[in-house]
Structure formats: C-alpha cells, structure tokens
C-alpha cells in the first residue's frame, strides 16, 4: 500500500497570512502517459464530510477560492492558502488515488 | 448528485451492520460506490468499492472476510454489510462516488455505527 504523510500535523496562521501543508507519499503517484499525479486535497469540518479542494495534484475544483492551489508531483505535494480566512480552519488531508487501496494522509489540523 | 445515507446504528460487540446509500443525479451504473470509514478523532480509511451494476468489487486487505459491499440498481442503491463488530469498528461510515482510483467528489453524509456493550 501506498503510505500518505503529511507534515505538519497541526498548524496555527493567522488570519491573511499563507498556510502551506505538505504531503509525501512512500512511492510516485505520477502517471506516466499523461504526466499527472493522482493526489487530491480535502478540507474536512466538525461534523462533515470531506469536501474535494483540489485533484490531479494542482487542479481546483469547481467552486473552490482561488486561495486554495496545489502544487507538486512525483512524490511531493504542497496545499497552499494563500490568505487565510476564518473560514479555512478545518482538517485538511491528502489522498492518492494511484492505486487501490487509496490512502489518506494523517490529516493535518489548521487554526488561527 | 446526491447521495443519502441510513441512520446511525448501535450495536453489540459480534453482531453486524448493514449501511445503505441511496445515489441520485446521475447514473447509478456508470460510477463505483466507495465506502470510507473514519474512527472518532481519527482520519480517513478506505474499505473498498463496488461497480454501479454489482459485478466487481475490491475489499481492503484488512477487512477481508468481514465485509460485503452490493447494490440494488432497481433502487439506485449501495449497501456495506460489516460482520463481527468489535469496538474497533465504531466510526462513522461514508458512502462515496468513485472506485478508489478517483477523486472523490461526492460524499454522502455519513452514518454512525457504534459498537458497544
């Protein structure tokens, strides 16, 4: 199985300054016929489910602000937002989606 | 796309539990159903996934034996049947769309089974 770790575990911004969370995974999730690696970023609430940030490592999903951007491939992977927002505090993971099982990252918890 | 899920269970240490997941918005056989599962205070654990039309599926390794994962295309609908429940099984338990080697874009509220004596 592919191992997901995320660093830091937790992590305290303040508000309008940039979070950055990273994420490496124990081998490459790069697809080699078409150049995109299979990591996607959640953000998860108290009491909700997941909500897909980004997928294929840098792309955002419709609807979510242009704050949040993802960067990374191979075996290396960052979550940037760029100006927290109140809001943003939640848990947030990393997945790979390269091969089954898929796996998820430890989560990392951001506060302000 | 939405995707409904039963209500939170409560049950013994032994006995098993049936979560169902009614999928709409969009066709039920052309997606993979995901079953996802997160302890209290703990992360996210993939347990495996079956086809829309039931005819594969793949179980995490450490749940093999234990789990049954179906649907009823009649009714649009994913069940996770999970046997000889221990407390280690308590968790909230997720219905997704997808087969594992997708993003998951779609979830459904969670169900919350509580294994005690």
């Known amino acids: 199985d592919i191992v997901m770790t995320q660093s830091p575990d937790s992590l305290a911004v303040s508000l309008g300054e940039r979070a950055t969370i990273n994420c490496k995974s124990s081998?490459?999730?790069?697809?080699?016929?078409?150049?995109?690696?299979?990591l996607g970023w959640y953000q998860q609430k108290p009491g909700q489910p997941p909500k897909l940030l980004i997928y294929?490592?840098?792309t955002r999903e419709s609807g979510v602000p242009d704050r949040f951007s993802g960067s990374g491939s191979g075996t290396d992977f960052t979550l940037t937002i760029s100006s927290l927002q109140a809001e943003d505090v939640a848990v947030y993971y990393c997945q790979q989606y390269y091969s089954t099982p898929c796996t998820f990252g430890q989560g990392t918890k951001l506060e302000i | 796309v939405q995707l409904v899920q039963s209500g939170a269970e409560v049950k013994k240490p032994g006995a098993s539990v049936k979560v169902s997941c009614q999928a709409s918005g969009y066709s039920f056989n052309s997606y993979g159903i995901s079953w996802v599962r997160q302890a209290p205070g703990q992360g996210l654990e993939w347990m495996g996934w079956?086809?829309?039309?039931?005819?594969?599926?793949e179980y995490a390794q450490n749940l093999q034996g234990r789990v049954t994962m179906t649907t009823d295309t009649s009714t649009s609908t994913a069940y996770m049947e999970l046997r000889s429940l221990t407390s280690d099984d308590t968790a909230v338990y997720y219905c997704?769309?997808?087969?594992?080697?997708?993003?998951?874009?779609?979830w459904g509220q969670g169900t919350l089974v509580t294994v005690s004596s």
């Open positions: 079956i086809s829309g039309d039931n005819a594969n599926t």
């Open positions: 081998q490459s999730v790069l697809h080699s016929s078409n150049n995109e690696s299979s």
């Open positions: 294929w490592a840098s």
């Open positions: 997704a769309r997808g087969a594992g080697v997708d993003p998951i874009c779609y």
